[in-house]
Every structure is written in C-alpha cells, then in structure tokens.
C-alpha cells in the first residue's frame, strides 16, 4: 500500500514566495535547506523538515498536510512531523525504500532570486545580440549603456533590450533572420532572464522588425519610421487632457504618449481568448471576455491595423494561484498561435495584477478577476449561474474604458475604500456601495461591471447612508481609508534589506502582501514617502536602524533624489492606510504567523495543552535574543539545528552570556547598541554567516 503511485514526496521549496513540487520519492530528492510532505496514499502522511528549511516552508507544508487530511483524505489519517536530525521511524525508512544517508546534498541550484528585481535607473538601458546554440546562449553586448540608436540593429540577428526595470527586457527579431531562429524567440527571452538571473516573472515582450510597437520605438534616441521621427520625454513631460480619447496617429508619432498611457491602440481591434482546462487549451465565448480567475492562465490575441496591415499581440495572462504545468501549456500555445502569424506577433507575459493599460483598455471597464479558478470547482459561467454560499465582495477602481478593472476582495468592512466603489453579492440582496470621494465616471464604470457580474437589480448605497443589514453583511462596521488617494507618477517598489555581509537592498518583483515576512524588514518607496516596514519578529534593534536604512536606501539609488523625503517606520499589524493602500487586497489574516504552526505542531505530536502554551509563549518572547538552551560556537558553526523560529542572522545570540563575551569581548546588550555595519562585521570575523 506504501510503495508505487500511492507514495509520492512534495518538495516545499522558497525562502520567500514558498512553491511546491512533486519530486522523485527518494532521498537523493532531499536536501537540508527545505521541508518535504512523504505522502503514503491513505494511512500516512509525515512533513518531514529540513535542519535549514524556513519556517514558513514549515508552516506552509504543515497547513497543506492538514488541508489534505481534513479534506480528501480523511480525518483517519495518521499524520506526522519528524526533524531531519530525528531516527526516521519505521513507517518512513518503508516509505522511503531505507533510512536517509549520513549526509544530504545542499541545495544550492535553486535559490529564491526569481521574486527579485534588478535596480536600475529606467535608462540604464544595454542591448545584446544573441545567439542561440546547442551548447549555451551567445550573449554579446552592442555598444554601451543609455538611450539606444537605430544603427545598433541589424536585420539578419537578433537582440535582447534589458530595460533594467520593470518593463523587463525585449526581444528584436531581424526581418532577415531564419525561420527557426524566429521561432526561438520566447526560449532566447527566457534564457536570457535565466542568464541574468532575473525574476521568472520578468515581462517578454517578442517583436520582429518593421512590426515594432512604440513602446519598443520609445527605448531609441533617433528612430525613424516612415517619416516619423521618435522624441524622446519622460512621462512628466507630457501633458494629457482627456485619457478616454486616443488618436492612433498621435500615438504613432509620438510614441512618448504611448509609453506614458502603456498604450498601442485604441484597444479596439479584434479580439480572441482561450483558458488551460484540465491540460487543454479551450475557446472563450464573447461573452464572457474579460472574466479571469486567480487560479488559472490565459491567451489574448489581440489584432489590430497598423500602416494598413494586421499585427499581432499575444498577451499570456498568468493568474497568482495558477500551476506550472498549466503555464507550460498556456506558453506552449501562445507559441503555436505566433507560427500561425508568420512569427510576427508580439508576445507579453503579464501577471495578475500588473496588468498594462492596453491590456486593461480591450476589456472596456468590464476586466473582473475572480478568486478561485476553474479547476478548482468554480464553473466558467459562474457569474451568471453560481448559487452563493457566502458573500462575495468586488472593488472597482478607475473611471474611465481604458483603466477600469474590478477584483475580487475578502469580505471585511476594513477592505473599503471611500475613493473606489464596491459591489457586495449576499444570497438575499445585491448592494453597489459608492464612496465619497467617487465621482460621477467612478460610478458610471462601477455599473457596467455590475450588469457583468449579474442581471439582478441592485441597491445602491453612498457612503455614511449604509443600512445596518449592509454592515452585518461585512461582519460588522470597522475603520477603513477615508483619505483621498493621490495619484503617482512612479510606481511604488518594495525591497527587502538583506544584511549578510553588508547591508544591501534586493527589490521585489510584483510586490504584494505576502512578500512580508514577520521576521523582515521591509522598505516601500513610493517615491513621495518611504516607509520602513518591521515585521513583529525582526530583531529588536530593527526599529533603531530603520531611519539610517532607508537614508541609506536614497544614498543608494542610481537615479538623483531628495534627501528630505519624509521617513515612517511601520510594525507589523500597525500599518496605517496610507500604506496598506499600496497592496490590492490588505487583509491582517494574511500574515503567516509562526504560533499557529507551533500550536498545530503540538497537537499533532501530541502536547498538552500547558506544553503547548509553554512553546508559545517562549517563542513569543524570545524575539532572536534568548533562548531556553545555549548552543556552543561549535553547534553555530558546525551547522546545529536552530530552535523553531529562529533566524540565522541572529544565531549568535544563542551563546551563553559567557561564551558571548569570551568570543566578541562584549555582552549581548553592548553588543545590540552597535551600528548595523559594525555587528556585521564583528559575526564575519567570528565566521557567524
């Protein structure tokens, strides 16, 4: 019953962003840096926890360990948590073919720099030609750094733009080059973020010559066009009246409008989608364009006119619950449908979220993201037909076609927001709930997604006129952002301080909530403010250093800025408005806590109630400076497994206050009160990294 296709082992993988992924049942598949879910099929069930491994790689095997017994598999299986320095019991050396080697490899083929995002000024532009053998990727620089010419190109190759920035890099393709060269396209762009060690989720965008889209023509000091030549203005310069009226002419000379409005068109050109279902690629009706659930990926062709000939956009719309299988498939396809094209569309990956206003503007107001996804139970129709089992509630931001899109939210009362409107779906009443601070646009928009999501009639409700049953529908009245937003002109970016060595700053791609770590510090730029983010569990001089790490953060950016931008420091579960509004869908029980997975660790393993308490509590107290047993510099160095929680950039403090002193000739406290830099420093010589 153990062995065979009733036995299989899930990699927990990802310091920061925890991904899972079924490996070969072995223990050449383990190693000491993650946690594993040893799967037997009906009776047993172990996570098995790395010495290394992060706690939220526990704490999340753990929570799907528990999922899958409480639901599929039944609450009669037995389930079990074992430490990598534990005897392996009998039930696992029978699962697992034998014990575990002495030792386990390090896995350091994998790390987490996927979720990371180049710093670079937005010129910092580099162009590569690049060549793809059956050895490796040929990746030659074509001269230096800065705004690009035309003469760089030439038509019997192909190019690589790194941007250095968010609108991730782009691929040329030369109208002379060969046909399956042209079809490698996609694969060069991916080997090249692979190269440069980039974000998986890095932006592709594919063109091929005479095709290019003003974006692309944006990057070049002197492009010239039929005529038209391309100047170049940054977005401050550039003076918009009425956003909802484009002019394709305007656009295609003066690509700088383009590049601002993140527009091609008019967004009024034909228009296919196709969803991954169940490992096939599936037909969307017309009818219900625009609807997208988290949990699934999809293709949007998009054909418009352009110098009286077609061209082509693939957009490759990746939902943030969605499965790599299906983004495999989804990206096979696209790739399919730019043969079928000539190999002249222009491909844009996208992810939930960060979609571009073309992409926005094809779907007229009417782009709604459901939670959820078909696969896992949700019917495509589901808008018009679902029977509501709880109540679902939809923010709709923006006032015009092109900016307008609704996403689903938790059902909370903190979730509003007097600048957007809302839409509240209960078994009895449909409400559309309008803040104060929306205009006549903002409600016009809010109604045609309303007409979307559902047929019925709706009772509309203005801020501070809601009826009681309303707020007992959100689970009780409660704060929520009544300040008027302000609108950016450069968008807000998240970086996570690292303090290995030196301090230094890594940025998060796509940011969102759950990149906040509770033993991290954070820092959101929005350029206006920056704020310092503390998590409740980031050592304790973490609010001491925070002024000077984000003064140190404006003394590192490439890019000039004043020095006078006001400073917050925010902690973990005091965030005011004016900073959870940087995050589409703010809910505090989205915090992976670490006192959750130690009590479901102690009912498990069978605790009692007191132990558990005890466990808790000394967690809690122990913010990374003491702990109930002192570990030798020996156990620090030789690699000793920590305590549950703890960070290794704080292991030091395990010492005992003797040997502390004997090994830095200071104590803990005198050690505390030092820069930043300065303790660094002292743990390097001390070989504590």
Partial sequence: EYM???????????????????????????????????????????????????????????????????????????????EETDV??????????GAPPPRLKPNTDRLEKEIYEPIASA????IYMVKDTTEQLLITEVGGRGLLTQDLLDSKQCYVIDTGSSRGVFVWRGKYLGKVEKQLAIKIGLSFIRTKKYPLESRITVTSEGDETTEFKMLFSDWSDKNHVVAWATTNEIKVTDQTKYDIQSLAEMPSLATSWRMIDDAKGQVSMWYVETGTVLVIPKYLFGQFFSGDCYIVQYTYLQDGQNQHILYYWVGNDSENTDRRICLDYVQKLDGGVGNSATLAKITQGREPNHFVAIFRGKLIVHDGGKNGGRDL?????????????????????????????????????SNDAFILKTKKTYYMWFGKNCNGDNREMARRVSKVLSERDYEMIY????????????????????????????????????????????????????DLGEEDTMILDSWQDIFVWVGSKAKLDAKIDAISLAEWHLKCEVIKRDRSVPIYVVTQ?????????????????KFITMEKYIRSKGEILGWSKPQIQKEVEKFNNSNGTNASEAYSYEDLVNGRSLPDGWEPETKEMLLADEEFVKLFKMTKNEFLQKPMWKRLDLKKKCQLF
Wanted: aromatic fraction near 10%; hydrophobic fraction near 35%.
């Fill in 463 to 514: 801020e501070g006129r809601e009826p009681v049953e309303f707020w007992k529908c959100l689970g009780g009245k409660g704060n929520y952002n009544q300040a008027i937003n302000v609108k950016l002109d450069v968008e807000p970016r998240l970086f996570i301080t690292e303090s290995k060595g030196s301090i230094g700053f890594k940025q998060v791609a796509g940011f969102r909530q759950a």
């Fill in 4 to 82: 065979g296709s009733a036995c299989k082992v899930i990699q927990v993988w990802g310091r920061r962003r925890v991904r899972m992924e079924e490996v070969e049942v072995c223990w050449q598949s383990f190693n000491s840096m993650d946690t594993f879910i040893i799967d037997g099929g009906r009776r047993l069930m172990f996570v098995w926890n790395g010495k290394k491994s992060h706690r939220l790689q526990r704490i999340q095997a753990l929570n799907v360990s528990l999922n899958l017994k409480e639901g599929e598999k039944g609450s009669d299986i037995k389930l079990g948590i074992v």
């Fill in 573 to 589: 579960r005091n965030e005011p408005y004016m900073f959870t509004g940087f995050f589409q869908d703010w809910t505090q029980t």
């Fill in 123 to 126: 010129q910092s532009l580099q």
């Fill in 88 to 97: 392996m019991c009998e039930d696992i050396r029978e699962l697992m073919g």
């Fill in 381 to 417: 129709n589901m808008s018009k037909t679902v029977n509501l089992i709880k109540n679902n509630l939809y923010q709709i931001k923006g006032n015009t076609e092109i900016n307008t899109r609704a996403f689903q939210i938790s059902c909370s009362a903190s979730n509003l927001d």
